[in-house]
């Protein structure tokens, strides 16, 4: 499956948000709600964001005490910067 704009677009997003919050953890709704509240994403390209990151190593899915999935970051900060540097145009440029 090829990744949409839209999905790379929530996966830079998300790894900013990881490299500037390194001990957050939430549920897809906390993330969607919370981590990317300004951004208006998709329930859809969330999914498959935070999909293509576990599969890169960058996120894992974990089952908080009340059962509910929650996501957190699982990898160095060499590792998510670079993961930005590979799929993350410089602030401001148009792509």
Do not use: F
Not at 10 to 25: E, G, Q, S
Not at 38 to 46: D, I
């Amino acid at each position: 499956m090829r990744n949409s704009p839209e999905t790379i677009d929530v996966v830079c997003a998300l790894a900013r948000y990881l490299r500037a919050n390194p001990l957050a953890c939430d549920s897809l709704e906390g993330i969607g709600r919370w981590w990317l509240a300004t951004q208006g994403v998709m329930r859809k390209e969330l999914e498959q964001a935070l999909s293509l990151m576990m599969q890169e190593g960058l996120v894992e899915q974990i089952v908080a005490a009340d059962g509910r999935m929650r996501y957190r970051r699982c990898s160095d900060d060499a590792r998510l910067q670079a993961a930005i540097d590979a799929y993350c145009p410089p602030r401001g440029a148009v792509h």
